[in-house]
């Protein structure tokens, strides 16, 4: 079955430097990518998503980028803030299965 | 504030008890899921409702189960509690079924089991 690997586990950065959070996935099938932002103390709260037919979506400071034939995704945050501290989850899914298969999170630290 | 509401907040209990979560859905939406996230990990996906019907299950215990009643609200209950039964559980509802369609994810019930 699918299965979702999520790089780094910590990430430690500096306030203003960008931050780059990577998966990969093995389901050649998955066709929807999305990323989930964990606030301490709070339930996880989809944050951007992207489909098999784009490379690349923006939404202001992040981004996610996909790459099918490496079968990798990546979120990408710009001018990194302290309230971007926080666990990021990648998922991903196909048509073909009724779960969303989540990765193992990322530990993002935003360091002043 | 997701719309989702998930009681109690807090609960502890002792091993070999029985307990019941309760989750109530954004107001419009079918399905209802429950994760697992101990200290440090990730989420692990339980169980899906969609409708009143189970629709996927996930790494679900035997001594874990779960209902979706008529009015959409969803129970999951967790029997002969173990210590390593302690961890956040999450309730997250989306509008349809499928699973390209945003989860929309409560406060969670944090479980200590002594």
């Known amino acids: 079955g699918e299965n979702v690997e999520q790089h780094p586990s910590t990430l430690s950065v500096q306030e203003g430097d960008s931050a780059v959070i990577k998966c990969t996935y093995s389901?050649?099938?998955?066709?929807?990518f999305p990323w989930y932002k964990q606030e301490l103390g709070k339930g996880p709260q989809l944050i951007i998503d992207?489909?098999?037919n784009v490379g690349e979506k923006k939404d202001q400071r992040i981004a996610v980028t996909l790459n099918k034939t490496a079968k990798h995704f990546s979120l990408h945050i710009t001018e990194t803030q302290p309230e971007d501290s926080a666990v990021y989850f990648c998922?991903?899914?196909?048509?073909?299965?009724?779960?969303?298969?989540w990765g193992a999170g990322t530990k993002l630290i935003i360091k002043p | 504030d997701s719309g989702v509401t998930q009681t109690p907040k807090h609960l502890i209990t002792a091993t070999g008890q029985r307990v019941t979560l309760r989750c109530s859905p954004r107001?419009?939406?079918?399905?209802v899921y429950w994760y697992q996230q101990s200290l440090d990990q990730g989420l692990q996906f339980l169980i899906q409702?969609?409708?009143?019907?189970?629709?996927a299950k996930g790494n679900i215990l035997e001594r874990f189960s779960a209902q979706q009643f008529p009015d959409l609200h969803s129970e999951l209950n967790l029997s002969s509690l173990e210590l390593g039964d302690s961890a956040l559980y999450f309730c997250?509802?989306?509008?349809?079924?499928?699973?390209?369609?945003?989860?929309?994810f409560g406060p969670g019930t944090r479980l200590l089991v002594l």
């Open positions: 997250a509802s989306s509008l349809g079924g499928g699973n390209q369609e945003t989860q929309y």
């Open positions: 107001s419009g939406d079918l399905s």
């Open positions: 409702y969609y409708n009143g019907e189970e629709r």
């Open positions: 389901d050649s099938a998955s066709n929807y």
């Open positions: 992207i489909r098999s």
């Open positions: 998922a991903a899914s196909s048509r073909s299965n009724y779960q969303l298969i």
